[in-house]
């Protein structure tokens, strides 16, 4: 069993129902491959801790491959081709976050359906902004750090924001 320590090419856990499927223009994509109920275990992302210097400081796809987990703490897989790490955003997700470092469905999902989050719940670094190619009638066009601030996505998003930015939330609604 501690073979896996040598020999994993992975450093996350996803649900054997998940695999990636590359789509034109989108790259990789987490698909479904069987039904999921809401609430189950999709995906526990895994890997290394570091400042937001250092994640600066690291090649592009580490930087690619992070998810800002504390105020100044990021969890990166580094250069591990993960296959958890193709979960792409979405303004209208079926997929959340629970704590920091594992997403659930937020409703049933469907076999072949790809697997979304919207990076709101994650990302509060006031620079990042991102042009959204979602699709979704309520598609914000434009996904930023700051998207977390908006009244509507704290209360659509409720119990799915990373517990950094549900704190910040709460000092800001001064809760
Ligand atoms: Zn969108």
């Known amino acids: 069993?501690?073979?896996?320590?040598?020999?994993?090419?992975?450093?996350?856990?996803?649900?054997?129902?998940?695999?990636?499927?590359?789509?034109?223009?989108?790259?990789?994509?987490?698909v479904a491959t069987a039904p999921m109920a809401k609430g189950e275990l999709l995906v526990v992302w895994g890997g290394i801790i570091v400042d937001t210097a250092t994640l600066r400081t690291l090649p592009e796809m580490a930087q690619h491959r992070s998810i800002q987990v504390e105020e100044d703490l990021h969890l990166t897989s580094g250069m591990v081709d993960d296959l958890a790490d193709c979960v792409n955003h979405s303004c209208n997700p079926n997929a959340g976050l629970q704590g920091q470092i594992a997403l659930i469905a937020l409703r049933d999902i469907a076999a072949g359906e790809e697997v979304c989050f919207d990076y709101a719940m994650?990302?509060?670094?006031?620079?990042?902004?991102?042009?959204?190619?979602?699709?979704?009638?309520?598609?914000?066009?434009?996904?930023?750090?700051?998207?977390?601030?908006?009244?509507?996505?704290?209360?659509?998003?409720?119990?799915?924001?990373?517990?950094?930015?549900?704190?910040?939330?709460?000092?800001?609604?001064?809760?």
């Open 1 to 30: 069993m501690t073979d896996i320590l040598t020999t994993s090419r992975r450093v996350a856990w996803s649900h054997p129902h998940l695999d990636r499927k590359l789509t034109e223009g989108a790259g990789y994509t987490l």
């Open 122 to 175: 994650c990302d509060g670094d006031p620079s990042f902004r991102m042009t959204c190619l979602c699709g979704q009638p309520n598609c914000r066009g434009v996904i930023t750090g700051d998207d977390w601030r908006i009244p509507e996505l704290q209360q659509r998003y409720k119990g799915y924001f990373s517990p950094y930015l549900q704190r910040r939330i709460d000092r800001l609604n001064g809760c």
